[in-house]
């Protein structure tokens, strides 16, 4: 499934750095999920990131440990974990396990309701692992983030991404021939060095073409040590931020489009705790990671079936229809 890609090579190594994370963490009293760090550091060397240099080079725990840990967090009540690395993907461990076998054994462990996963290389998006990600339904969410960073296959060339732009969206495609309801995020940067407005737009059409629920985008910024420092073609501040407003005001109106479409509908939401806005509300998360704003009686820790009574470009609001699930829950944890 590589095709014509040049897969950057990764090592194991544990002389150098210790996981910090191999001594299971607490899970504070009504919590239902927790994030579980797989991999460190980063392969690859795109040219205005900084995270191989001070991350260094990707150490990966072995499966069993993060097996270890995962069980243990179920046992105290958790039933959402969300495998995170800079680039998570890459994930292979001495002994050959790869985040597709971690995947599957995960999805095996019988407490554990949702697995998540971030963030992922487009590079490192395969065939095994989305065959994977198919077989684990539907305990792995249908939510990904998949940095894309640029629409433009120039601009990408001069990231040194490692993919282009048809290369992103056949990724895309197929994650979805496997998962029809798969919803994709994804992060974008505006004003790199050299692009020109025809490579801006190429970036607003592929939002078109995918319809990302979520977007996160940035305006470039130089950092020492990268080697964007070096490229002459740097584009004017006021440049920057107008196309970064206008690539805004077109993901809104997608976003806005998209989340109308759950108006009426019922869905599964984790309860997180209550609203930061409002305390008379609580808020949660979909399998979709559509954040859900609602009113009824509930505790953090619950799935509730949640009927969407308003959408806004951002996050949905509901009212509690009926519980999920009711999980046994040690008293303190």
């Known amino acids: 499934e590589r095709g014509s890609l040049r897969i950057t090579d990764t090592e194991y190594r ?34 205005y990131c900084i995270v191989p240099t001070t991350r260094g080079r990707e150490i990966y725990r072995p499966m069993t440990r993060v097996l270890d840990e995962v069980r243990t967090l179920a046992a105290k009540g958790v039933i959402e974990v969300e495998f ?37 290389h487009p590079a490192q998006m395969t065939e095994r692992l989305m065959d994977a990600m198919a077989a684990a339904q539907p305990k792995v969410c249908a939510y990904l983030h998949l940095p894309v960073q640029s629409g433009s296959t120039r601009v990408l060339q001069q990231m040194r991404r490692g993919y282009d732009r ?26 790199f060095p050299g692009e020109t407005e025809q490579d801006f737009q190429h970036t607003i059409r592929l939002l078109d073409e995918v319809q990302f629920d979520t977007v996160y985008s940035f305006i470039y910024s130089q950092r020492p040590g990268t080697k964007a420092l070096d490229f002459l073609d740097e584009i004017a501040p006021a440049e920057k931020h107008e196309r970064l407003q206008r690539l805004q005001e077109h993901q809104k ?6 989340m109308a479409g759950w108006l009426g509908r019922t869905m599964e939401v984790l309860v997180e705790g209550r609203s930061k806005r409002n305390a008379e509300r609580w808020t949660g998360r979909t399998v979709g990671a559509r954040v859900v704003n609602f009113e009824g009686p509930t505790a953090a820790g619950r799935l509730e079936q949640v009927e969407i009574t308003k959408t806004t470009p951002f996050s949905l609001t509901g009212r509690v229809a009926g519980s999920v699930l009711d999980r046994d829950r040690p008293a303190s944890i």
């Open 253 to 258: 109106a997608i976003q806005t489009r998209r």
């Open 166 to 191: 048809e290369t992103y969206l056949s990724k895309i495609a197929a994650l979805r021939s496997r998962l029809p309801k798969m919803l994709f995020g994804t992060d974008i940067i505006v004003g």
């Open 14 to 47: 544990n002389d150098s750095i210790r996981f910090p994370f191999d001594e299971i963490r607490r899970v504070g009293e009504g919590r239902a999920k927790a994030f579980v760090t797989i991999i460190e550091g980063c392969n690859h060397r795109c040219t």
């Open 84 to 120: 995170l690395g800079q680039t998570v993907n890459a994930y292979r461990d001495e002994d050959g396990n790869t985040l597709a076998e971690l995947l599957t054994a995960t999805a095996a462990i019988e407490r554990i309701r949702r697995i998540r996963f971030t963030t992922s």
